[in-house]
């Protein structure tokens, strides 16, 4: 929370905001560690994101970016600065106009060490208005020299693995231990507990050295102990003795305590540490696999934008030359060419020519947004016709695209980091199993020391196993299962119904979801442009009027055009002579009918009442269709002398609404869920899809901001988001919901935004997909219990020195197959 003025009550102007890469974090004590460090320099407020490895800070006062690093490192963390924006002092206007490039807004930016290799979401992206051009190669710093972690933690789970199945079976089944097994199972053993278990290790010390422990600490605590009290059994406590065998004894006997193990040898560790080390770098891989798909929204934005640009420079004799440039050269004022089926470079005003653009990337909307000299265009959108002259207006990133990268950027790294309940109860669950192991050990020796005699090397040895016991029987092996392979099952389950959930992160929101916001184009329907009624005037036949218009707009790559033509087909269409387009009104030709050729107008319904005089049963069934959400098309042909046609009439095309979105909102509502619709469509429209559907809500004519800004309102009112869209102009809402649900039939920009991605395009998928989201999170709820159960019920049993850690480790793996058996209940949600 940003403090605010002690005299006015008015917060602090911010003055910049810096975006750092932050490495080494594992659970939500880390991010809560970082932003409280960040919190303490002066004028900084952070939020810390832990799916993107990523902070983002707002500045109220001029601090230097090695602050904030330095800041970062004293938790125990490595950062680096990915980008730096001044905003504008107080009075100076609006801070969009005062985004520059980190490097030259700020004179301490922080330029990447070429000693450090960072992960390929964090490297500087122009959609943050960093140092590269809009067309920078997202993926060109994939051939950096730092490894992978992905496939790092792949290859420790690999080899740990191999290795422990072997170490388990010959500890665990006693006619498996030929002559000299225990050392084959220390050979084994010994990379796992170490190399395979070094993140551990690393995590654990990395805390500790800050006065901190996690869930890493206990699990290194655990398989240190374990594997050095196996070392000193082997090597010097009489184990390696060359024909010893080891049984497990399920239910100690009383008479046993304080003793050495039957066969005079102390107890070996090795397969408990291996199988901990093994199970929880199999959830951790699982882990990073969801987590590392959240950065790549980004990444498939800046992949929506042109390239390059053919850039028009005038010459002195009154000509121009075109010669085609990288995006990135593209400066204010320069002018560049758009032909048809080209992305446009960048934002601009058109300077010379007219054409039809398909905006859909902003507005979501299929009707494409008529263009002549004077009007503005955005980049990336899609020139569809006529080529167009534009003069730039806005480049890098201050272009729309830019924007929306910014506004999904941010309303990911707001989010509140979910709070696992693991990660929550580890703050005092460690320190406090930490200390009931010293504690066992400690009242152990006193009670041996006090019987007399001195201790015993058997009294110490119980004192020891019982100290590890505690320890080894609250590694949480059950715990590092519970999401996991409740989220595996659920996934899968998920894959089979066509919905893609991307990570358990996003589960807690589906229990309290009580808004459905739905985007209509792509989602409500079905996102492209089809002739819908076609009523023809006084003695015209409908297919003569069908024909005719599709005759006409053949020539024409308007989709209105393409959908009339589309709807013609089977139809004979007569010939077609000077055909001319009239941008943002209409066509004119001249079409053979009869053995006679007359001229035909075809477009909108003002237009063409302005050039001849409509049947009045033509002209009234244009509102009536505009009034269901279509879009009218008017054709005329033969006029005579007094503007009167000899043949009109009137098509609409629309966008149909998928048979099942009814049923679907149905559904939403059995569910508690109000559905409403956002759309940036206009308002008739949207109505009336609304009321097909059972939708009373509906909020209409907004773009990407005005979306963000709904789902913003919505949440200060208490209410839990879900979003579910399908364009680009949905990612930075699908962001900022609670729960983002994206149609597979969408754009990859949708779908990384989202938290859950419907394959199939069907809007039930969305109350499905709520349903299983429920049932995961219920599932993950119960197996933390009985890991936890497990835990609290056991760990009294070792200290007492009723459980060695023998037996330790399989009551472990029998709440593993408990939790995983408990998992297999989601295969069969509907």
């Not at 800070?57 to 601090?63: A, D, E, F, I, K």
């Not at 009290?229 to 399920?250: D, K, N, V």
Request: hydrophobic share 45%; aromatic share 4%.
């Amino acid at each position: 929370m940003t403090s605010t003025h002690p005299e006015t009550g008015t917060e602090p102007t911010p003055v910049a905001e810096v975006d750092l890469a932050v490495s080494g974090m594992t659970c939500a004590s880390c991010v809560s560690r970082v932003e409280r460090k960040l919190g303490k320099v002066p004028g900084a407020t952070a939020e810390v994101n832990l799916a993107l490895e990523s902070a983002h800070v707002l500045l109220t006062r001029p601090v230097a970016n090695a602050e904030l690093l330095k800041a970062v490192e004293s938790a125990g963390y490595t950062a680096r600065v990915v980008s730096r924006t001044d905003l504008a002092p107080a009075g100076a206007g609006s801070s969009h106009d005062h985004h520059h490039d980190a490097h030259d807004a700020d004179p301490h930016a922080h330029h990447a060490d070429p000693e450090h290799h960072g992960h390929p979401e964090h490297d500087a992206d122009p959609l943050s208005g960093h140092a590269h051009g809009p067309g920078h190669d997202p993926d060109g710093d994939t051939s950096a020299p730092d490894p992978d972690r992905g496939a790092v933690l792949r290859s420790r789970l690999v080899v740990a693995a191999i290795l422990s199945t072997p170490v388990m079976l010959l500890s665990m089944i006693p006619p498996l231990q030929f002559p000299g097994w225990q050392w084959v199972v220390a050979v084994l053993a010994l990379p796992v507990v170490t190399w395979a278990a070094w993140p551990f290790h690393t995590a654990a010390f990395r805390a500790a050295r800050h006065g901190s422990s996690t869930m890493d600490t206990l699990v290194s605590l655990g398989v240190i102990s374990a594997s050095l009290w196996s070392l000193w059994a082997l090597l010097l406590g009489g184990s390696g003795e060359i024909g010893m065998r080891m049984t497990p004894t399920f239910i100690p006997r009383l008479s046993d305590v304080g003793s050495a193990h039957a066969s005079g040898h102390p107890e070996m560790y090795w397969e408990v540490a291996a199988v901990v080390v093994t199970f929880l770098l199999a959830g951790r891989y699982a882990e990073y696999r969801a987590r590392r798909s959240s950065g790549d929204a980004l990444r498939s934005l800046l992949e929506l934008g042109a390239k390059e640009a053919t850039l028009v420079t005038p010459t002195a004799d009154g000509g121009r030359t075109e010669r085609l440039v990288p995006i990135g050269d593209l400066r204010v004022d320069d002018l560049f060419l758009v032909r048809p089926g080209e992305k446009v470079a960048t934002d601009g005003e058109v300077v010379d020519g007219t054409s039809a653009v398909d905006t859909s990337l902003l507005t979501g909307e299929p009707v494409p947004v008529d263009v002549t000299p004077g009007d503005t265009v955005t980049g990336a959108t899609v020139n569809t016709s006529g080529a167009l002259l534009v003069r730039a207006t806005r480049v890098g990133s201050d272009t729309a695209l830019a924007q929306i990268g910014r506004l999904v950027s941010r309303a990911q790294t707001g989010k509140a980091p979910v709070q696992r309940l693991a990660d929550r109860i580890s703050g005092v669950f460690v320190p406090i199993v930490i200390g009931l192991s010293l504690l066992t050990l400690a009242v152990w020796l006193v009670l041996g020391a006090t019987n007399g005699g001195g201790l015993t090397t058997g009294e110490i040895q119980a004192a020891f196993t019982a100290a590890v016991a505690v320890l080894i029987i609250a590694c949480p092996c059950a715990l590092g299962l519970a999401t996991p392979t409740a989220l595996l099952v659920g996934t899968g389950r998920g894959a089979q119904l066509g919905i893609l959930i991307k990570g358990p992160e996003i589960l807690e929101a589906t229990r309290r979801v009580d808004v459905a916001v739905l985007d209509k184009t792509g989602t409500v329907t079905q996102g492209a442009m089809t002739l819908g009624e076609v009523v023809a005037g006084p003695g015209t036949a409908r297919e003569q009027v069908l024909a005719v218009a599709a005759a006409v707009e053949g020539p024409s790559e308007h989709p209105i055009a393409r959908a009339v033509v589309a709807g013609a087909d089977g139809l004979t269409t007569p010939a077609v002579t000077d055909f001319r387009g009239e941008a943002g009104f209409g066509v004119r030709a001249r079409v053979t009918l009869d053995g006679a050729t007359v001229p035909v107008v075809v477009g909108r319904p003002g237009w063409v009442a302005e050039q001849v005089t409509l049947p009045r049963a033509v002209s009234d069934a244009v509102g009536p269709l505009e009034a269901t959400g279509a879009t009218t098309v008017v054709v005329a042909w033969g006029a005579d002398d007094a503007g009167a046609p000899a043949g009109s009439g009137v098509l609409s095309v629309t966008d149909a609404i998928k048979p099942t979105s009814a049923r679907a909102v149905e559904e939403l509502r059995a569910l508690g869920i109000t559905p409403l619709l956002l759309t940036g469509d206009q308002e008739a429209a949207a109505r009336a899809v609304a009321a097909q559907v059972g939708i009373e809500d509906v909020v209409a004519g907004v773009l990407p901001e005005g979306k963000v800004t709904e789902i913003e309102r919505l949440q200060r009112e208490g209410r839990v988001v879900a979003m579910v869209g399908d364009g680009v102009n949905d990612a930075a809402a699908l962001a900022q919901s609670d729960l983002g649900l994206a149609m597979g039939s969408g754009t990859d920009v949708a779908i990384e935004a989202s938290d859950i991605t419907l394959v199939r395009g069907d809007l039930r998928s969305v109350p499905q997909a709520i349903r299983l989201s429920r049932a995961t999170l219920r599932i993950i709820k119960q197996n933390l219990f009985w890991a936890f159960a497990y835990n609290v019920l056991a760990i009294p049993l070792a200290a007492l020195g009723l459980l060695n850690p023998m037996i330790a480790g399989a009551a472990m793996a029998l709440s593993s197959v408990i939790v995983v058996t408990n998992s297999l209940r989601l295969r069969t949600t509907t």
